[in-house]
């Protein structure tokens, strides 16, 4: 069993950044993958970025390359995606998701999700 806990989340100018922490417990290794995942109000859920525990290789969507970053601290057990630029399209509740092998966009574990909402 694995439990995540996002926080961060917040109301920010387009523009800004912000910084998503996931806090992890539970039994994870090498073969568990991290994702965030985002779900805007009428819009698609979107696998945005993923990273390996291992942190081996990490996933981004087109839509935020070069815009958001993945990354993990093992010791501190926390997953966290920094977020630069932010468009008012990264609207959305972004969950930290986590699963073996690789995440989907019906993930095992799910965090109870932050809100992420951008001023234009």
């Known amino acids: 069993q694995v439990h995540l806990v996002e926080s961060g989340g917040g109301l920010v100018q387009a523009g800004g950044s912000l910084r998503l922490s996931c806090a992890v417990s539970?039994?994870?290794?090498?073969?568990?993958?991290m994702g965030w995942i985002r779900q805007a109000p009428g819009k698609e859920r979107e696998i945005v970025a993923t990273?390996?525990?291992?942190?081996?290789?990490?996933y981004y969507a087109d839509s935020v390359k070069g815009r958001f970053s993945i990354s993990r601290d093992i010791d501190a057990n926390t997953v966290y995606l920094l977020i630069n630029s932010l468009k008012p399209e990264d609207t959305a509740v972004y969950y930290c998701t986590a699963d073996r092998a690789r995440i989907t966009t019906t993930p095992n574990y799910w965090g109870q999700g932050t809100q992420v909402t951008v001023s234009s």
């Open positions: 990273i390996r525990w291992s942190g081996a290789w990490t």
């Open positions: 539970g039994r994870t290794d090498s073969s568990y993958v």
